[in-house]
């Protein structure tokens, strides 16, 4: 009783303090999910309390929750009138930087940590993201203009589908046992691709056509959430992407009132219903207090014990964000001011995504030999997220304070 009770009374603590590090992070800058990966790591690696066996299935189903409940969120918080108005200055600096990463992270780890090309471009598209988790919230906080700010959120949310298809893409394909890259890109992949698409938008349509009728009913607001996960599972046994159904599904109901009406009227719907603000509300508390505890299990599942991860992990983050300074250099328009230059440099940190995609391949049922390199490879991406917020954080302050003002502005004006 008395472990019971600790581990309620530490629930309720938890989520406090994921509150508290929100509130703090308005005056300090600091994204709110760093002192959560700090909390996993004190109570795991550094004083041994926990480890993530200790979560036995839990883990895995919070990482699933995880990854449908983001891209839920994700794809609802995409409009067309976001990506209308921020699409032209986003696309090029985030297809460009999604493209160098993915070539610089799968050199390194093709060459450096000796991976196989799939593994490799697989750490790749995961290290291509950018977490709208953690740049939202920190654009918001930051001095900068609103053509900017929307910029560096449209990037993240492309970032961030480009990284989750092609990371999925990769892992059925390395499951289904191709090994190159001519196996890589078939036919396969392309009507996968297409049936999950098809899948999502087909269930946003179905769901919508019933929402009114269900909110008749008493105690059904989490009916929509039940839902998103009968669609991820449909589309998984199906043996299609259950992600990019829900990814879809978001984005359809985001933008009901701009999709035409004959193309719902083929699906059996007369109109497309929208979210109420309540609902809205419910969703944003629920993917809160997910990303709370899965941020944890994060932090507890970093292997500080491992010199080579450790390792792989700072040159990856190192190469990364030296690779994003010298693409700002020469795609950020000239009038930009220096100071929104060197902010948009470094604002690329990893997060939900990229922890979340590196955890699938461990509950794919994949041969003994791959779980192990996927597992080193999954510790890595672990250190490259803490080790990417961390150097964020730090760099704004940097650069708020003026530690770094002028050795930005002598960069960038060499071009400018």
Not at 20 to 45: H, M, N, Q, S
Not at 81 to 103: P, R
Not at 363 to 379: K, N, W
Not at 406 to 416: A, G, I, L
């Amino acid at each position: 009783m008395e472990t019971i009770s600790t581990f309620v009374f530490s629930v309720g603590l938890i989520i406090f303090a994921a509150h508290f590090f929100t509130a703090l992070f308005e005056k300090t800058r600091v994204p709110d999910v760093l002192p959560l990966i700090f909390i996993g790591i004190l109570v795991g690696p550094l004083f041994g309390i926990l480890s993530p066996n200790d979560f036995g299935y839990v883990g895995p189903l919070l990482s699933a929750v995880a990854l449908t409940l983001m891209l839920f969120e994700g794809g609802s918080h995409l409009t067309l009138e976001t990506l209308k108005n921020s699409l032209k200055d986003s696309v090029i600096l985030a297809l460009t930087t999604f493209v160098i990463t993915v070539i610089i992270s799968s050199c390194i780890a093709y060459y450096l940590m000796e991976k196989d090309i799939i593994p490799a471009l697989f750490i790749g598209s995961i290290l291509g993201s950018i977490s709208p988790a953690v740049v939202v919230p920190i654009v918001r906080m930051l001095n900068l203009s609103e053509n900017t700010k929307s910029m560096l959120v449209v990037e993240s949310a492309i970032t961030d589908v480009l990284s989750i298809i092609i990371a999925l893409a990769i892992l059925k394909t390395f499951q289904a046992g191709h090994n190159t890259i001519m196996e890589f890109i078939g036919t396969d992949l392309i009507a996968t691709m297409a049936m999950s698409l098809l899948l999502g938008f087909g269930g946003a349509v179905i769901w919508s056509t019933i929402l009114e009728k269900i909110r008749k009913f008493p105690n059904t607001i989490f009916t929509t959430l039940a839902f998103i996960f009968l669609l991820y599972g449909s589309s998984e046994i199906l043996g299609y992407s259950g992600p990019i159904s829900v990814l879809i599904f978001g984005v359809v109901l985001a933008n009901s009132k701009k999709i035409p009406l004959d193309i719902v009227q083929r699906f059996g719907a007369d109109h497309l219903t929208e979210f109420t603000s309540i609902e809205k509300t419910l969703f944003s508390e629920v993917i809160f207090l997910v990303k709370t505890f899965f941020f944890i299990f994060l932090g507890i599942s970093i292997q500080f014990s491992n010199v080579k991860v450790m390792i792989m992990g700072l040159i990856l983050t190192l190469a990364i964000y030296s690779g994003r300074l010298i693409l700002c250099k020469f795609l950020i328009p000239k009038n930009t001011h220096v100071s929104e230059t060197a902010m948009i440099s470094f604002m690329i940190p990893k997060g939900l995504a990229a922890a979340v995609l590196a955890e699938v391949p461990m509950h794919m049922g994949l041969p003994v030999d791959a779980v192990s390199t996927f597992t080193e490879i999954r510790s890595i991406i672990y250190i490259v997220i803490l080790l990417s917020i961390l150097l964020t954080a730090i760099l704004i302050y940097a650069q708020e304070s003026g530690l770094t003002q002028k050795r930005y502005e002598k960069f960038f004006s060499n071009y400018n």
